[in-house]
């Protein structure tokens, strides 16, 4: 069965149970009053929420940019109390939103408006993110950007277990979030690693997608590069590594709205709010 049908048949119902979840949260969140609106119903809430953000952007966005930057995307106040806390964090968090922006680029023009231009020659650019000049950038700053997830969280790692700072609490959820993470960077890199040393995995599309040029693996995937030095001469079910990788992924996607992790997406409404208070 073609790898795209089967993802697709695995991930649409990843993305229900996602969304299922952060709608949960977000009933929850919406038990509150609202001053002004105590008697709105939860729907009406989410609505003059969302109508006072937009007002808020579209009044000063200027403002909400540079407290995107300087305090959700680079953690300013952390920083102040902790260069290495700081660091791992920022590493973790700007890592999984720069790789999920390259990769959702790379996968749309890659694969929708690449099937596109066979019936739309506008769409005929799309070539260039495929086999073009643009697709070893893409490649590059995917690896770039998972190495350093990676990083962080081996920094985290060795905070939580090794530094142990008084203040810090570990709970079953960090080691679980942080075992996941963990897992997920190091089956990305070996499953890429495998498919450099063994070209003829990229040629049957084992992993729904074609590869830069070998000549390129050395620079652009220099994480799997390096582990293909050791895997040429092992053999491994291509298939099993892709469910290896693939499955553990679309569950790490359903636990986030039940983990810590949710803080991914609810931090910066926390820091927008606390900045609008300031």
Aim: include cysteine; proline fraction near 3%; hydrophobic fraction near 50%.
């Amino acid at each position: 069965m073609d790898k795209h049908l089967i993802f697709y048949l695995m991930f649409f119902p990843t993305a229900i149970l996602f969304l299922w979840g952060m709608g949960l949260r977000t009933s929850i969140w919406l038990e509150g009053t609202i001053e002004g609106a105590e008697d709105a119903t939860k729907w009406e809430k989410l609505k003059i929420l969302l109508k006072r953000g937009w007002r808020g952007f579209r009044d000063r966005p200027g403002w909400y940019i540079k407290v995107l930057i300087s305090d959700v995307i680079f953690h300013r106040k952390l920083f102040g109390q902790s260069f290495f806390r700081w660091l791992a964090h920022t590493l973790l968090v700007f890592g999984f939103v720069a790789c999920f922006i390259v990769d959702m680029l790379k996968g749309f023009t890659t694969f929708y408006l690449l099937e596109l231009s066979r019936y739309i020659p506008l769409f005929s650019f799309a070539h260039e993110f495929e086999t073009g000049s643009v697709r070893p950038f893409l490649d590059f700053f995917l690896e770039f950007f998972s190495f350093l997830i990676l990083v962080g969280c081996m920094m985290a790692i060795f905070r939580r277990f090794f530094l142990r700072p008084d203040q810090l609490r570990t709970e079953e959820e960090d080691i679980t979030s942080l075992l996941l993470i963990l897992f997920l960077e190091l089956s990305g890199f070996f499953i890429e690693g495998y498919r450099i040393a063994h070209p003829e995995v990229a040629e049957v599309k084992v992993y729904m997608a074609n590869f830069t040029p070998a000549s390129a693996n050395n620079w652009i995937s220099f994480g799997g590069y390096f582990l293909s030095q050791f895997l040429r001469d092992m053999k491994l079910n291509a298939d099993f590594l892709w469910y290896f990788h693939v499955i553990p992924s679309l569950i790490f996607f359903i636990y986030i709205p039940h983990s810590k992790l949710l803080h991914i997406f609810t931090s910066s409404m926390t820091v927008f709010a606390d900045r609008q208070k300031e």
